[in-house]
DNA sequence: TATAGTACCGGAGTGCCACTCCGTTACGAC
DNA sequence: GTCGTAACGGAGTGGCACTCCGGTACTATA
């Protein structure tokens, strides 16, 4: 499936570039960083960035994708925790948490659970498999309403890491989680 | 404030250029629509756009603000409507199907709401002050929780707009917009 | 360890975008 | 009618994601 073992000096770019993109997506945001400047920055020219990834989604997948795929593993862990803690909420969190690191990185993931194609798809897939996973759980013990899905619920944490990214203050993201998990009716 | 009257045949080319953006903006989306191809359907060249409107979102607020004052307006109206109605949902509702209309403009909304400043900026205030009117009257009728505030409300309400703006399925809101109020745990 | 074959590289180029600048046109005050 | 100037048209700019191809350098083979 992987094909013929790489050259080196296609090896140590791809690093490189890996590196560079990282880095410069922590500093200004996924949307903000041009792929030029990513280019650069790995000490290498465009057309070997384009080479090695088609386009700026399927970077943005494979320095996103790793800690995506430790959601989906934070869920099997949560799962084996003691009952008292709410790891819904817990997990939903995370996921929130993730998606704000990288700025600009909501609308990606929207499109890619949507069509459930492209680098990020299959990821997301899982992920959203997990929080299929966790509402079971959780509607096992009354924690959630039994008519909610995953999709939705990852709708939902989506959202809302998007409005947060928009709107300035950080925190304001748990507040929202809040005021989502438990309505805005009064109780 | 106005300054001096406007020449005719600038009135005329504004006018125009409204109306071709109005048409374009419902038929691909703000975001997808090229200035260059307003200006041309306007049947005017590019520059005259760019001094009618210096960048492209004083053009959108034009667009989009009237529809904005109709919802401070509806404000207003639903506030003397009849008690057993629910309208702050109602006016929720108005605001998301608002947003969804015109493809691409939440992430504008989010801005301007947050800054409060830009052609977009004021209306948004008024917005935000409507529904902190809204508000208190839920309140008094326990039709929401007493924490929750103007702001909060209208940044889920955008968040869930996004979304559905996403995903496909225009019918995805209102089933949101019923999980925020009502809350994902049980009742 | 020289050489050939080719995987890979660098960077100029493309098309589209929002947005600018300036020489020219035509409106309307007199 | 004529003149000052508001307003116009459209070529131009810089930045973006993305492409193409002539050249470079890695590695399999001897």
Redesign the interface.
């Known amino acids: 499936m992987t094909g013929h073992p790489r050259r080196s000096d296609a090896r140590r770019n791809r690093a490189r570039l890996i590196e560079a993109a990282t880095a410069l997506f922590d500093e200004v945001g996924v949307d903000t960083a041009a792929m030029n400047d990513i280019a650069r920055r790995a000490g290498v020219g465009p057309g070997t960035l384009w080479r090695h990834f088609p386009d700026k989604e399927a970077l943005t997948a494979e320095i996103v994708g790793q800690s995506l795929d430790g959601l989906a593993a934070l869920a099997i862990e949560l799962l084996d925790e003691p009952e008292s803690r709410d790891i819904l909420r817990e997990w939903v969190s995370a996921l929130v948490r993730h998606i704000i690191r990288y700025r600009g990185i909501a609308?990606s993931y929207?499109?890619a659970?949507?069509t459930g194609d492209g680098p990020l798809g299959a990821r997301c897939l899982a992920v959203e498999q997990a929080a299929t996973e966790l509402l079971r759980h959780a509607r096992a013990r009354?924690?959630?309403?039994?008519d909610?899905t995953g999709s939705?619920?990852i709708?939902?944490a989506?959202?809302?890491a998007?409005?947060n990214e928009?709107?300035?203050p950080p925190d304001?993201a748990e507040?929202?989680l809040d005021?989502?998990?438990?309505?805005?009716?009064?109780?």
């Open positions: 609308t929207a499109r659970t949507r009354s924690q959630a309403r039994t909610l939705e619920l709708e939902l989506t959202a809302v998007w409005v928009m709107t300035a304001t507040r929202l005021l989502v998990f438990e309505g805005l009716r009064p109780r």
